[in-house]
């Protein structure tokens, strides 16, 4: 089991591009997530999807959009890449039968220029 | 709104000390608390999940508490190594499934 996989690991940007950050788990988990985290705001949640096909938002989802590819893979995109989205993506996932542990991906690192 | 909070941010000890890191919660319905490990430039490490239901858990030298009804849940470790130097953060879920809500964290350092 890989557990939770994200790419890329690093990515910089120019303000404007866009992008889709990956992530992929295989331990059959029915909700994904994807958090920020930034120094001093600590993790907060972008988008989530708790089972295939479905998504809603979190507590900051401006200039952010989710697709739930299939029960495996959930990706982040951004559209028009700002510096203030500057910051450390990590991607999460539980069973959601109850009383599971989230378990994260390593993180991606974007720096938007 | 949930909202969880850590003291310290940060926390100094020689090896081989005990220690307890405190987190505390505003809306005491949740449905479980999580801690984590991060160490610098690495993903989040669970270390233990404590149901609503419970009162502890344990796993090494580490052991967590809950108390629902005051809102607050403490990270014991015992006889603390370098190793464990690292960010220690406290994490709750209202409902099952659902995201969880962090504090900041509180980042140790263990001295040799």
């Known amino acids: 089991n890989a557990g939770v996989t994200q790419t890329p690991k690093f990515q910089v940007l120019k303000t404007g591009q866009s992008m889709t950050l990956q992530c992929a788990q295989d331990m059959n988990h029915n909700s994904m997530y994807w958090y920020r985290q930034d120094p001093g705001m600590g993790l907060r949640l972008i988008y989530y999807?708790?089972?295939?096909?479905?998504?809603d938002k979190g507590e900051v989802p401006n200039g952010y959009n989710v697709s739930r590819l299939n029960k495996r893979e959930f990706s982040l995109r951004l559209e028009s890449a700002a510096p203030s989205q500057t910051s450390v993506y990590f991607c999460a996932s539980i069973l959601t039968s109850g009383g599971e542990t989230q378990y994260f991906g390593p993180g991606t690192r974007l720096l938007v220029l | 709104k949930q909202e969880v909070t850590q003291i310290p941010a940060a926390l100094s000890v020689p090896e081989g000390e005990n220690l307890v890191l405190n987190c505390s919660f505003t809306d005491s319905a949740i449905y479980n608390l999580q801690w984590f490990r991060q160490d610098p430039g690495k993903g989040l490490t669970s270390l233990l999940l404590?149901?609503?239901?419970?009162r502890e858990q344990t796993s090494g030298r580490l052991n967590a508490s809950l108390d629902k009804s005051s809102g607050r849940s403490t990270l014991y470790i015992a006889a603390s190594q370098p190793g464990d130097s690292a960010t220690y953060l406290c994490?709750?879920?209202?409902?099952?499934?659902?995201?969880?809500?962090f504090g900041k964290g509180t980042t140790l350092s263990v001295s040799s």
């Open positions: 404590i149901q609503s239901s419970q």
């Open positions: 994490a709750v879920s209202n409902q099952a499934g659902t995201a969880l809500i």
């Open positions: 999807s708790a089972s295939e096909g479905t998504t």
